[in-house]
């Protein structure tokens, strides 16, 4: 059978890349176990340090498999299976300790926005379009909500989600659905310098700063200030730090950046 979802490690990156073309990368029961596969082997290895989530064809992702999704003529509903299986991929995305870039190749819709909201970054190319088509279809958005309310402003939300309209990726950058929208013929480049400028970070220190920017702002002023000091004590101290500190003040790269002559090492340092 052929593989629906393909992974592959080079230079400290690994690349989950979704083929299925012939249904525009449709989230299948498959696909979805796929891919479930592939994020929890990347997390695990250490030597991957950033994780980049792609698709082939001119869609990154065109939501649910309808077909799974919608019962049997004739019988009565007991159950999406794609339901069931989105939610822990969408997680295993969110709460990955190594950020995690989409690159997206071209359209998403719906379901496919659930996974560019929980990607770290959104790197897509200024002519893929976007929409929250599930109101058109009587369904609701709901488990995308999650991953996309937490990064799209309101209003904004509010109107896509209840007018199902198609926008384009400038005004998706706009609102903070993705992180960039380039040229086609930049996409790889952008892409790759963010990987590049990822991989100079400490692993320990990514992974705490990935929780800083969604725990901190809902903290209350006092207690986050108190928190923070403390952590920043915890992280001047740690072991992480201290290589951190030693390689800046002998200026040398740090322990868990590549050596300038391999392709992993990305920015040099400034």
Known sequence: MTALVHHQVHGGTATITLDSPHNRNALSTRLLAELRAALDRSIADDAVRVIVLTGTGPVFCAGADLKEQAPPPGTRPDGAPVTASFPGVMSAVWDSPKPVICRLNGTARAGGLGLVAACDFAIAPDTATFAFSEVRLGVVPAMISVTVLRRVERRAAAELFLTGEVFDAARAERIGLLTRAVPAGELDATVARYAGMLRRGGPESLA???????????????????RMAELSAQRFTSAEGQEGLRAFMEKRPAAWVAAPDDPAAGEPAR
């Open 208 to 226: 705490i700063t990935k929780r800083l920017v969604r725990e901190v702002p809902a903290l209350p002023v006092a207690e986050a200030m108190s």
